[in-house]
T-cell receptor
Framework: SQTIHQWPATLVQPVGSPLSLECTVE??????LYWYRQAAGRGLQLLFY??????ISSEVPQNLSASRPQDRQFILSSKKLLLSDSGFYLC????????????FGPGTRLTVT | AQSVTQLDSQVPVFEEAPVELRCNYS??????LFWYVQYPNQGLQLLLK??????LVESINGFEAEFNKSQTSFHLRKPSVHISDTAEYFC???????????FGKGTMLLVSP
């Protein structure tokens, strides 16, 4: 069966510091991968998605970036965090054809102080 | 462009009462439809999905949703809720030809004794 991991689970970082969140998927090959942000009291905002190694689509302009160095690894980064980057970050995967139903990881709670 | 509307941000109900969470969508093409559930500080879990065929779909824990093409709706229902159903519920749509989901803003279901 497929599993998705995210780490760290929680993170507290000062403004201006760098960020690296990691997501890995097991049990499937060539998945589509997604990064979402969920701010307090708000819905899900799609940040990036990837249909293959090195292929990244950005949905919103911001100081975040994403990379996919390996087939089942998806990384969310920032060079300098802003207060507004605080939130709950979710990684998800789907098969790369068909209905594209997505399966989510446990999330990372990021607090920028 | 497609959109998903969940009109109710919160729905308070008493235990063992019936509940309906509303979801309406707009799309110029055919769609796949999904309901996800999110418990506090966790990722989203796929609750049920409509891909094709019967317009009434059911989950293993008693929820059901009915696809109504003429009203562009996919409302979620349960005849008798439990305290453990307290969570946030998200409706999502994937139009044909797209590889990403569009989510509604979520409905918080609050079940009290």
């Amino acid at each position: 069966s497929q599993t998705i991991h995210q780490w760290p689970a929680t993170l507290v970082q000062p403004v201006g510091s760098p960020l690296s969140l990691e997501c890995t998927v097991e049990g499937t090959s060539n998945p589509n991968l997604y990064w979402y942000r969920q701010a307090a009291g708000r819905g899900l905002q799609l940040l990036f998605y990837s249909v293959g190694i090195g292929q990244i689509s950005s949905e919103v302009p911001q100081n975040l970036s994403a990379s996919r160095p390996q087939d089942r690894q998806f990384i969310l980064s920032s060079k300098k965090l802003l207060l507004s980057d605080s939130g709950f970050y979710l990684c998800a995967w789907s098969v790369n054809q068909g209905p594209y139903e997505q399966y989510f990881g446990p999330g990372t709670r990021l607090t920028v102080t | 462009a497609q959109s998903v509307t969940q009109l109710d941000s919160q729905v308070p109900v008493f235990e063992e009462a019936p509940v309906e969470l509303r979801c309406n969508y707009s799309s110029s093409v055919s769609v796949y439809l999904f309901w996800y559930v999110q418990y506090p500080n966790q990722g989203l879990q796929l609750l049920l999905k409509y891909l094709s065929g019967s317009t009434l779909v059911e989950s293993i824990n008693g929820f059901e949703a009915e696809f109504n093409k003429s009203q562009t709706s996919f409302h979620l229902r349960k005849p008798s809720v439990h305290i453990s159903d307290t969570a946030e519920y998200f409706c999502a749509v994937r139009p044909s030809g797209y590889s990403t989901l569009t989510f509604g803003k979520g409905t918080m279901l609050l079940v009290s004794p």
